[in-house]
């Protein structure tokens, strides 16, 4: 009997080592490595021109043809947008994001409108029954004739059936679900995902399908075994959102055939995920008015400005060791920020709890919002409001200087149509604006005193 070549691979990073070992080398986790048979399939490393059959020989950059429609649109526009024009014939596409956020919602309804246009699609389900999904489907009327449902967790009957049924577009719900037997270790396991992922990529370049697959992260908040496919796949999307609120954020974070960090907004309703067209006035509804330590900021996602307000709470603290907790932004953003108006402006802040937060659990991580933070709080340290129709934005440096932020313009504008009166800039960036612009008056900042000066 020939025996079995094994290698131990760790099941969070997919570091591979001869022997078992306690702690992996490469990510620091603890009794993570598997033993998993050594895979002789070379599709595994396919890379994905190769993987297209195609080797012709070296051409000239101009004589290669491209044309613009290799693409499907969804006709779900946050979607489409997220994906850089709609989805690429032939690409694959892994989203990722926590249990239960409506990965399977967003895309059961956004290929139910492609199904619609008479592209034939696949829906392969590993962890919902037929009667389960075709449930979910009622209740967010989805009812097109060429979508197609597949509940099964082979992977070998799953490419039997796409060859069968040839759609133009297939789901793969979830890759961790989904196993080869080609490998004994359990579905989920790197190796699994790494082969399954591999030759569904492999057919995928081969036939000109388009191909989803679904991904959970982990508590940890990296996709742990899809994390693996990260860089062979041509596109990434992460869902996101806050559990307890209704907004889901669907985030670029590699697209190949697009910009990434474009983001599509959703809201999470009982007949399904509804497309959010103008995210700042969501954002910006529940805004209490003339209370100390709310400012609105201006964050730029993708091509899009989004309008959000910021928190911040300061009390004195009842310990040794203050507390900086951030949600949203960047801790140590924070705490440089603190440090600034410690030393830059004298504010004595080495005895306050300083929290601060984003409303509607977005995340922005530009450093256009350090003036925001800033004026944030020193106005709850104050305890002076700012005035509510008041847009701050601008980056800070150590030394208290205000920074020129890129596309201000647009940024003033989406203010301005929101109906915001003022809006401190950096002051390079207001002397480089010579366009009147309707009812927003723009006041050019030079430093954080200076800033806080024209608030207070
Ligand atoms: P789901 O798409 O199953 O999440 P994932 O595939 O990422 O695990 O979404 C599950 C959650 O969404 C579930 O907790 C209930 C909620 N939901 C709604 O609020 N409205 C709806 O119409 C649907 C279908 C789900
Ligand atoms: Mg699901």
């Known amino acids: 009997m020939t025996k079995v070549k094994t290698v131990f691979g760790c099941q969070n990073c997919g570091y591979q080592a001869p022997k078992w070992l306690g702690k992996c080398p490469d990510c620091g986790s603890w009794n993570s490595f598997v033993e998993e048979p050594v895979s002789t399939t070379p599709e595994r490393y396919a890379h994905s021109i190769a993987a297209a059959g195609r080797s012709l020989p070296p051409q000239s950059i101009l004589a290669i043809e491209t044309s613009d429609e290799g693409r499907l649109k969804t006709e779900m526009s946050e979607f489409d ?17 926590d249990p239960g956020i409506g990965k399977s919602t967003l895309l059961l309804q956004a290929l139910d409108r492609l199904a619609g ?34 509940a099964e967790n082979s992977l070998e009957k799953i490419l039997d059936d796409i060859q069968k049924l040839k759609p133009k577009v297939v789901v793969i719900d979830s890759i961790q679900t989904v196993y080869t037997s080609q490998l004994q270790s359990a579905p989920g396991s790197i190796g699994q995902v790494r082969e399954s992922a591999g030759k569904l990529m492999t057919l995928s370049k081969s036939t000109n399908l388009s191909t989803f697959i679904i991904g959970h992260v982990t508590k940890e908040g990296a996709i742990a075994g899809p994390r693996v496919l990260e860089h062979i796949v041509d596109t990434v999307l992460y869902f996101e959102g806050d559990r307890g609120h209704p907004y889901r954020i669907l985030r670029a974070v590699k697209n190949r055939f697009g910009s990434t960090n474009e983001i599509g907004v959703f809201e999470m309703k009982d007949g399904g995920l509804e497309e959010v067209a103008n995210p700042s006035e969501l954002f910006l509804a529940e805004r209490p008015i003339d209370v100390s330590g709310s400012v609105v900021i201006s964050s730029m996602e993708g ?12 009390s004195s603290t009842s310990y040794g060791m203050p507390r900086r907790t951030a949600i949203g932004i960047d ?15 004298g504010m004595n802040l080495a005895q306050q709890d300083i929290f601060v937060n984003v409303a509607g659990g977005v995340r922005v991580e530009e450093p ?27 980056e800070v440096g150590l030394a208290g200087e205000v920074r020129g932020i890129h596309q201000a313009e647009v940024r003033i504008k989406e203010a301005s149509k929101l109906g915001f009166k003022r809006c401190l800039l950096p002051a390079s960036n207001r002397s480089r604006i010579n366009w ?16 806080l000066e024209t608030l207070f």
């Open 368 to 394: 256009a919002v350090d003036l925001g933070i800033i004026s944030a709080v020193a106005s709850s340290f104050l305890d002076k409001p700012i005035p509510s129709k008041t847009m701050v934005i601008g």
């Open 81 to 97: 947008r997220v994906l850089g024009g709609g989805l690429v014939i032939g690409s694959v596409v892994l989203i990722g994001g």
């Open 436 to 451: 009147e612009c309707e009812g927003i008056e723009l006041i050019g900042i030079g430093s954080v005193e200076e800033a």
């Open 331 to 345: 801790p140590n953003r924070l705490s440089l920020l603190v440090a600034v108006l410690e030393k830059k402006v």
């Open 117 to 150: 246009k008479s592209v034939s699609v696949l829906y392969v389900s590993g962890e919902e029954s037929l009667r389960q999904t075709k449930m979910r489907a009622d209740r967010i009327g989805v009812f097109s004739k060429d979508l197609y449902i597949l």
């Open 303 to 314: 091509s899009r400005p989004i309008l959000v307000e910021l928190q911040a709470l300061v």
